[in-house]
């Protein structure tokens, strides 16, 4: 949960009045807050904890970060997390919802 | 080494902890904050690669493993409701309470899930009127901004049915009270870079000079935190005590200014008891009055559960870095990742979890000084 990983935006639009957008972690899409960082723009890397992004970093660390996550074995842990939310809707595709009724 | 040949800039990271090596005249114990690193460090055998001189000892900050055994008998109580939807990181999912945890009271039918956001957790509440949605919103600095937003985006939904149970805790207090606690042992920090990411690292500047320790924002990936220990170890020789930011790349001295506005507005600073440690004067964050139709702990009046620790776990003495994971005779025996008897062992971001994933079985060895200098 602690480990936050870096993506870059590939969209960004209003959704009930929160700014949102798309975003790509490794080939893992996911729907991320960007209240917080107001002048993200569209191509921009951004540190993302919990679907919130908290800071835009260059392309160059981003991929360094990635690397080394992967190196140390927690990226997948992390990945895994994204594709595992059991909240219904919100997941990105090809992902199934939760299986609660 | 072997751990060392798993990453990439191996050659790297070995011509900085050879510096670390010529630098290193003193004995140094220097504490780690982050559960994060924690993790890293075991991972890649940073802790090996350094002089006998320099000790890393692990610190309180792994959210999980100090998130109160009480707290979380109380989040498997409002999760056990049949009109509860409950929604957790998935670290909470396993995490021990006194005599179950929530992927238990999901198998026998309560209605919680694992969310990555917790914005998750206000669309489940919209998408079910009918039913309350309770979210449990743990974590350090760094996680709060979005449970925040989330409390926030809910009023502003008008939604009634959603609510937090909040246990969220703070770096800066739990490191002074470690600084002042009887024997204490450490002699610098790294801080954590994604705390410092959101608060800025102002801060830590009364802390390093009232208590003469110097403090180095570091990041998670070896080589940050070779570079880390590096620089207060550098402090360390020349008698320094100075708040130094090893992350520039991510964190600036003021930090992320919206995200500090929202949780002054949603939060209000409480005394907070953390796991093994015991209670540690405005340590944490609960939600501000303005919110309390929003307060999990309120609503469904679960401050009467009280809990108590197996006596067997020494894991306040591991957070606070008097005893290392493998000293503790349960270690391994009693207490494994898959049956832990405490905070440390319970999620993989704790001490002991990291030294057992790890193989640290027996305490530390010798590093190889001489083959690391050359
Ligand atoms: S090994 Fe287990 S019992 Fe011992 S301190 Fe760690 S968590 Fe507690």
Redesign the pocket.
């Given at each position: 949960m602690c480990l936050a990983i870096p993506g870059q935006v590939l969209s960004i639009e209003d959704r009930d009045g929160m700014r949102m957008g798309m975003v790509d972690f490794s080939g893992i899409r996911k729907e991320v807050c960007l209240a917080y960082l107001p002048e993200v723009q569209v191509g921009d890397y951004t540190i993302v904890h919990v679907g919130f992004a908290l800071t835009r970093i260059d392309e160059a660390s981003a991929q360094e970060s990635l690397r080394a996550f992967a190196q140390m074995g927690v990226l997948e842990e992390e990945l895994e997390q994204l594709r595992e939310s059991d909240a219904e809707g919100t997941a990105g595709p090809g992902q199934g919802g939760g299986a609660q009724p | 080494m072997k751990y060392l040949e798993e990453f990439r800039d191996g050659q790297a990271a070995r011509r900085m902890a050879a510096e670390i090596h010529a630098v290193t005249r003193g004995e140094w114990a220097i504490m780690e904050v982050c559960g994060g690193q924690t993790h890293s460090i075991l991972r890649n055998g940073i802790d090996q690669m350094l002089p006998a001189g320099v000790e890393l000892i692990h610190g309180p900050g792994c959210p999980v493993c100090v998130t109160p055994l009480e707290v979380i008998d109380r989040a498997l109580a409002i999760a056990s409701l049949p009109d509860v939807i409950f929604c957790s990181f998935g670290d909470m999912m396993r995490v021990p309470g006194s005599t179950s945890d929530l992927f238990q009271v999901k198998s026998r039918g309560g209605d919680v899930r694992m969310v990555y956001s917790p914005l998750d957790a206000v669309t489940l509440a919209r998408k079910h009127p009918a039913r309350r949605v309770v979210f449990f919103a743990i974590g350090f600095e760094t996680t709060a901004p979005a449970n925040a937003m989330a409390v926030l985006q809910a009023q502003r939904l008008g939604l009634r049915n959603f609510f937090m149970l909040v246990s969220h805790v703070l770096a800066p207090p739990a490191m002074e009270a470690i600084l002042q606690s009887p024997g204490n042992r450490v002699r610098a920090f790294l801080a954590a870079g994604h705390v410092c990411s959101v608060m800025g690292y102002h801060e830590y500047l009364p802390l390093a000079s009232r208590y003469g320790v110097p403090m180095v924002v570091t990041g998670f990936e070896p080589l940050d935190i070779l570079e880390g220990i590096r620089r207060a170890v550098l402090q360390l020789e020349a008698g320094r005590a100075e708040v130094e930011n090893a992350y520039p790349r991510v964190v600036t001295e003021a930090g992320n200014l919206p995200a500090q506005e929202v949780l002054r507005r949603v939060f209000t600073v409480c005394d907070r008891t953390w796991r093994g440690i015991g209670t540690i004067a405005r340590s944490g964050w609960r939600l501000a009055d303005a919110f309390a139709d929003f307060d999990a702990e309120q609503v469904f009046e679960v401050r009467d559960i009280h809990a108590t620790e197996?006596p067997?776990?020494?894991?306040g003495l591991?957070l606070q870095g008097k005893?290392k994971?493998n000293q503790?005779a349960?270690?391994g025996h009693?207490?494994t990742p898959r049956k832990?008897?405490?905070?440390?062992?319970v999620s993989s971001e704790?001490a002991?979890a990291a030294y057992y994933n790890s193989g640290r079985f027996q305490p530390r060895a010798q590093p190889a000084v001489g083959q690391l200098a050359r």
């Open positions: - | 197996s067997l776990c020494q894991s591991v005893l994971p503790c349960a270690f009693e207490c832990p008897l405490g905070a440390t062992m704790g002991c």
